[in-house]
């Protein structure tokens, strides 16, 4: 499979939610979720501070608790305007050795978690062809005076 190397490049709110901007070499797309989801993309990639745990706090520390942590993310899919994805995660334990496990997940979810844990995001191939290019629209926002805060690229191979 065809996989090409993506990244967060912003998420703005939505009047239903939030919309993810998603970079790669060729263009820049946009997964749209709820307020909930892209708030949470927002703060991992922020490094905010929270008073207490949000859901994916709580997965990132189940998952280190068990030796294991998300390795990358694939948006894999894009069918009927719903976007698919897998979480790879790696695992390495005393009971069962190194393991390698690909979960189906919401982009959503997956991109969070990536964000959390600095791993890579991929998308495919056949996602990349099926989506339109958003670049111009993010920069006729910034032209128009709308707050566009980008992060600084991919992150870093952990």
């Known amino acids: 499979m ?3 190397p ?5 998420v703005l709110p939505t009047s239903g939610g ?5 970079e790669t070499e060729e263009k820049v797309f946009v997964i749209y979720m ?18 207490r745990p949000l859901t994916h706090d709580l997965i990132g520390s189940l998952l280190e608790g068990f030796g294991a942590r998300a390795s990358r993310v694939i948006v894999n899919e894009f069918r009927e305007d719903i976007f698919f994805a897998r979480l790879i995660l790696e695992a390495e334990n005393e009971l069962l050795g190194h393991q390698i496990i690909e979960l189906d997940a919401r982009p959503s979810d ?16 056949q996602v990349l062809d099926a989506v339109e290019d958003m670049t111009h629209i993010l920069e006729e926002m910034k032209n128009r005076g709308f707050q566009v ?9 952990p």
Not at 116 to 124: D, E, G, K, R, W
Request: charge should be negative; avoid cysteine.
């Open 2 to 4: 065809d996989i090409l």
């Open 6 to 10: 993506a990244h967060v490049k912003t």
């Open 18 to 22: 939030a919309a993810v901007f998603l």
């Open 34 to 51: 709820d307020h909930a989801m892209g708030a949470a993309i927002t703060m991992q990639m922020r490094d905010v501070p929270k008073e």
């Open 110 to 125: 997956a991109i969070t978690i990536a964000t959390q844990q600095s791993a890579p995001l991929f998308v495919t191939r």
């Open 149 to 157: 805060d980008e992060d600084a690229g991919p992150p870093d191979a």
